[in-house]
């Protein structure tokens, strides 16, 4: 079965600052990637997805993640923050084949943009 | 325009009464799921469904039941054997292929007291 691993369950960070949240993930055969994004109270949206190709995927709101099959990660990264990118974020990964079209979700990553 | 409607946001029931979680959608989209939030544990499933008439247990079903009478519905029942249904619960559906990604709808918060 395929598990997915966020790191780190806050992380604080300046406004304009980077950011690089952590994912890694563990499957036995290929899979796809994804990463959520939920602001208070609300549903997720989709981020981005990995599903074959480049392996640097861009996003909505600037963001983008790199898919390193040797080490299993995908971390999503911004090159400067605002204070609206405050919002849990999940990292989510799919088999591409047997799966059953489900998504295995991370426990999310909260991240905290200050002034 | 289209979306993933759950309603109530925020419902509270008694221990030991059973609720039922109202989940619709006009995407015609096939599949539809169910998942549980906590804090700090991410989002787990509870049911889905790839067609009408059919649905599979997720990783956490105990104490849960649904149906998929329609391909826009998918309600979701907290039974009062649910041992802690206090959670966020979230309903999303996808085209059919889950590499389109899911839509959420915008939760319901049940508070069991």
């Known amino acids: 079965a395929q598990s997915v691993t966020q790191l780190d369950s806050q992380v604080p960070v300046f406004e304009e600052a980077p950011v690089e949240l952590r994912c890694n993930y563990s499957?036995?055969?290929?899979?796809?990637l994804f990463w959520y994004v939920q602001y208070p109270n609300q549903g997720l949206q989709l981020l981005l997805k990995?599903?074959?190709?480049?392996?640097l995927v861009k996003g909505i709101n600037g963001f983008e993640a790199e898919f390193n099959k040797s080490q299993t990660s995908f971390h999503l990264r911004k090159p400067s923050v605002h204070i609206s990118d405050t919002a849990e974020y999940f990292c989510a990964v799919s088999l591409i084949t047997g799966g059953g079209n489900k998504l295995t979700f991370g426990t999310g990553t909260q991240l905290k943009v200050e002034l | 325009d289209g979306g993933i409607t759950q309603s109530p946001k925020y419902l509270f029931r008694k221990e030991g009464q059973n609720v039922t979680l109202s989940c619709e959608q006009n995407?015609?989209?096939?599949?539809m799921y169910w998942y549980r939030q906590d804090p700090g544990q991410g989002l787990r499933l509870i049911y889905y469904s790839q067609i009408v008439n059919d649905f599979q247990k997720g990783d956490i079903a105990e104490g849960y039941s649904v149906s998929r009478e329609k391909k826009e519905s998918f309600p979701l029942t907290v039974t009062s054997a649910q041992k802690n249904p206090t959670a966020f619960y979230l309903c999303?559906?996808?085209?059919?292929?889950?590499?389109?990604?899911?839509?959420f709808g915008s939760g319901t918060r049940l508070t069991v007291v």
């Open positions: 499957s036995s055969v290929s899979v796809y």
């Open positions: 999303a559906s996808s085209i059919g292929s889950v590499n389109y990604g899911y839509t």
């Open positions: 995407l015609n989209h096939d599949a």
């Open positions: 990995y599903l074959s190709g480049s392996t």
